[in-house]
Structure formats: structure tokens, C-alpha cells
């Protein structure tokens, strides 16, 4: 992920399996004239033992003829001294303000350079076991300690003027065997004398500075002038060469596709606490998603391609973060688009039914309002309808024109800020087409069209059919165009409608019986689902705003205290858990419900699907039984009273169970029903949609889109 925002692989990973997340620089750089950090020349000695470090920062610094001068550093720093010119000059330094006043006379030369002498000690709590992925990083934002370091560019470890845009040298010195990696080149590394060093240079500016070290163990290979490495602890290390094999097949992806390649390495850094970061040159996964077989084939390229989106091309967040949306699309998405049309179809489904369960409706903010992840909805907003404005893009343009439009935005853009409206500008140069109504209706309004079919007949018309009727749309109207598909006994008849209003009257000439009709039959456009179109599931639950949790008849307290951490996992901590006994059938009415173990009384629960039986000591999914003390089932069925909502079933066998699969589920997002044994997901499974509004079957039979 970029070094700005809430993000990716450890979103993608711990909350869906998904899970990243990234820190937040400084704003864009100062106005001319005001004073900013140009350059740092910085030391660190880390002293893991006792979570600290000692410092020494050479800065050169633009005054902008400010006699007082006011740098931020961690509250927790001790500065010993501060000089100019090689003396000594007097500082304050209290709650993490740094003030240094000069004389006017060195105000006045407009650039000076300024050494900090300091200590600070970071030891911000790292997560273990961690269930709500709500916040992916934790509130981590510095930390020293002997597993690991990990220093964010908002930790205050080295002085800084807010706004500035500095490139970088540093040296960190560590205990021998603990190695550090950087944004930037290495210019060297080694140990002697008890200590391991090593040097780093940055020749962009990467916006806030974060430094990750451990007791790594190190392996390179160059590609193409460009040096690949993992930074993986011992027992680990086995999966570098795997790690290193795809960074290099994803560089040579994208080189194709956006351009060279724009920093001097690429690294692979383990952290000691579950984060997915994105820096510039580097990504920081912690050791349980290092671990994990798929990230070398999907999530870590999601990382690599942030090295153009994000770390490379920056983001305006005052005008929007698009390079979350944009890296899902040319990475997430791209992925299952070549695998086949069909999973690329599925992907976009995904997305549309994530929007739709996660985000209320009437709510939603637009993506220009996006700046990171910080909940299921907002993940849903900027990375999910952010990747569909790009699709949507792309389908306008042609493939020709988008991607030479993001080649172009990657070649006038790199290490500068880009907004949503370049993006519309490079991709409608290139396809000739004035795309600015386009983007300004996608990224400046909230929400997401709702749409419908309506009135839909079929007539005889000679030898063949007239099929008519109207798309209809729900306030407030959006400037769609509605791609529509005609099945027929003869094959398949595709149009475009233009719907900008309430509605649009259409028509079909078929020579052979209709048999379907359907509404944007690949889900190439982002809509808001009706519900009839989203079949429960996991997510259902954490997108509930008025959710109610009950705790079944004689389920025990152990079983009980811990389907709380489910709770956590969900984002449902603050909700209260109600007795079956104080909660009859009639108040879940307008309500989500999540149940703990079967209710006894009638009106519960909705009928069952075939493939699913339970009773209090058993379950059987698919012809599969499960009755061990290690088993759990979460199932999300429609809600008997329906109306939309959902009703949710934890059926755990013994209070460890429950306490494993809590810390799973949550990950679980597009399901609707999950089996565990010993914390292990042994079936999984989405019960298919009911209906649509958005398709018309014809008397004589369905027929695939």
C-alpha cells in the first residue's frame, strides 16, 4: 500500500481473507516561502533491549525567514541538544513540538542546516490473536523491541516540519544479525565491531519515513536492474526464493502494462505483528500473512502494483485517494479477469454485493471524500467502487485508450500528486471521448444508482417477437448507460440503453421465442443490488446497523463468553447479547439477528435449505456430518419475517471451538455458511440469489446470460 491511508494486503488478507494498511505522510508539500525540511541526513543507533533509540539528525532546512521554527518529534523523545553552524542555539521541546528559534541574521540566509541530537523510547502495543481488523493497523505507529522494530512516518522518530517533502539518508546502527530496511537504495551493509549497519538513500522524497528491522535473514537477486530481497526471519526464510520468483513476474507485468519500473529495489520485509503495509521499494506483511500459499499469487502483487499507484503516483487525499481503487482494478481484479471472463464476472458481482450489504442506503460518502480504510463500509467504497469507476472507464474508452491513459498519467505524474481528474483527462485524450462528466458524476456523489426492470411484455410481430418495456430508476438519478441482453431460443441480442431519469421505454425485435431478459448481464455497471439479488451472508452481518444478538436457551457461559470475540471480529463488540427467554419472534421483526445456538421457540428461525440439518449436538452440510466437541457451523439464512433482513446461527460444540472459528469468520466475508473443525474451514459455501428485478424470465424456461 502507499504511504498514505488504511489499506490493503492486510485488509485484503484479515478481512476477507482481507487485510493492508498504510501511514500517513505529511500533507502536500509547503507553499513556497514557508519553511520545510529539504533534506535529512539522519543517524539512529536502536537499542531493542530497551525499546529506544538514539538519533541524530542533520537537517537542511528552508526557513522562509522565520526566526522560530516549530518540528514535531515524538512526545516521548529527550533532545539533548540542538546546533547551527556547529554551536549551540536555544530549543523547547513539550508535547512533541520542537521549537528552535534563530537569530535573525541565520533566519535571514533562507537555508541553513540544523543538527537534533535526541533519544525516545516507542512501545506501542502490538496486537497478538488480534479479531476486529476494523482499524488494520492497530494504532501500531511505533514500536522498538528485540522480535522486531517497526517506526511509522507518523511515529515522530526523527524531527520533521509538517508539509515537508525531504529526500533522505540514514544510517541505522542495530545489536549484530538485527537488520533494518528503508524506502530508497542500500548504499551499504554489514557488521563489525558487535554492530550491523546499514545505510540507505532516497532520491525522491517518500513523504513520512517508516523503518522496519528484526533479526532477519537476507537474500537477494537482481531483475532487470532492479534489486529484489526478502527480509524473513529464520524459521521463514524457506519462502524467500517463492516471494522473490513472484516479485519479479509481477514487476515484468506491470512494466509492461504502466511503464519502468520507478524505485532502485523491491522488498519483501516480515513484520513481528499482522500488518499489510505498502511503503515505497518495500512491503511489510506480518509473519501469519508471509505464511499464507496464496499471497505470492494474488495480494502481494496488489503490493508490487502500488509501486506505480500510490508510493510512485500520488494521491490528492484532499481531492480524493483514487490509488486504492485504481491498484485493485489493475491487480485484484486484473487477476481474475485473465484467469477467465467468467471469474472476472464474478469479481465485479463481488464488489456490487459488498457495496450493497456494507453501505446503508442513503449512505455512503463519495470517493472523493475517500481517503482510507477504516471499515468494512469505507473498503467497500474506496476500493471496491473505486475499482468499478476504473472498469466502467475502461469499457467507455477501450482497452487501447485506458491503458495508454494510465501510461500517460504514470509518465507526466511519477512522485508528484494526481487526482481523479487527470485520470479523466489522459483517458479521454486518448479515446477522444470528453470523460469529466463521466468521472465528476462516479467521484463527486455518494451512493450508487438503483435500478429496475418494469411492464415487460413479449408480442407476436409477424414471423417473430417484439419485446418492450421500461428500465426504471430510483431518485436520485444518475447518467447511466444500461447494457441489455435478449436470450432467446436463437441466441443472445445485447444493447445499450441511455437512462438518465425516473425511466427509459426499450425494445426488442427477435426472430425466435424470448426466453430471458436481463439488466447489465455481466455486472459491468455499479448499482446498489436490490436485496432478492444478495444472498445472506457473513458480511450481512457486519454491515448491520441494527443488529440483535441472542444468546439460545441453555447455551452455556463458557460457549457464550466466548462467541464475544466473534462479536469483536464483527465490528459488534458494543452490541448487547438478549436471553431467548426476554426475546420472542415478534420483537426481531426489522431486525438482523445473530443467534447463539438454536432457539428452542418456534418463529426463529427460517425454514432450513436442503442441504442443511443441525440439532444442538450435530450439524450436516452437504451429506457431511460434524459432531465433535472441536466443530462449529455459522450459517446466515433470510430472515423469517423477510423484508431484506438476515438471520445469523454460531453453533459451536464447546467453548474452544467457538473461540477459533470466532477468530475466522469475520474473514469469511461473501459466504453463507461455514464449518469448522479445530479452528479449521472444512466447508464453505454462497446459497444462490432468489430473484431479481433486473431479470424477466419468459414463460418456457431460464436460460443462462
Partial sequence: MPTRGKNGLASLILCSASFLAFLLPGPAARASGQPSVVHHDLSVRLHPERHSLAGMDTLTVRTGGEQTLSFTLSATAEVEKVTAGGKEIPFTFAGGSLRVVLAPETAGRGKLSLAVKYRASFRDRVPEGPVDTGDPGYGVRGTIRERGTFLGGDAG????????????????????????VTAGRRIRRGTSGGVTRSEWETRESPGGLSLSAGPYRVREKRSGGIVLSTYFYPETYALSEPYLRAVERFLDLYRGLLGPYPFEKFAVVENFFPTGYGFPSYTLLGSTVVRLPFIVETSLGHEVAHSWFGNGVRADYDRGNWSEGLTTYVADYLYKERSSAEEGREYRLKILRDYSTLVPRGGGFPLASFSGRDSPASQAI???????????????????????????????KMFREATWGDFAQAIGRESGIDLSPFFRQWVERGGAPVIALSGVTAERDG?????????????????????????????????VLDLSGGEAPFSFSAEANPRTLLLDPETDLFRRLDPSEIPPTVNAIRGSTDLLVVAARGVPDDIRDSSNLLLAGLGKEQTAILREEETPPSRLAGHDVLFLGIPKGNGYLPPLPEELSLSPTRFALGGERFDSPGDSLFVVLPHPAGGGRVTALFLPFSAEAASLAARKIPHYGKY??????????????????????????????????
Fill in 157 to 180: 522518530w526523527y524531527p520533521d516540519l509538517p508539509g515537508s517533502r525531504a529526500t533522505f539518508r540514514v544510517l541505522v546502527e542495530a545489536p549484530p544479525g538485527y537488520e533494518s
Fill in 463 to 495: 414471423k417473430g417477437w417484439r419485446v418492450s418495456g421500461r428500465v426504471v430508476q430510483e431518485k436520485p438519478y444518475f447518467d447511466l448507460r444500461v447494457p441489455m441482453r435478449l436470450v432467446t431460443e436463437g441466441g443472445k441480442i445485447d444493447t
Fill in 672 to 705: 453463507s455458511y461455514l464449518a469448522f473443525s479445530e479452528g479449521k474451514n472444512r466447508a464453505k459455501g454462497t446459497w444462490p440469489p432468489l430473484s431479481s428485478p433486473a431479470t424477466h424470465e419468459f414463460p418456457g424456461g431460464t436460460a443462462s446470460p
Fill in 382 to 412: 474506496g476500493y471496491g467502487k473505486g475499482a468499478m469507476v476504473f472498469h466502467m472507464a475502461r469499457r467507455l474508452a477501450g482497452d487501447d485508450a485506458f491503458w495508454n491513459g494510465l501510461r500517460d498519467v504514470v509518465r507526466e
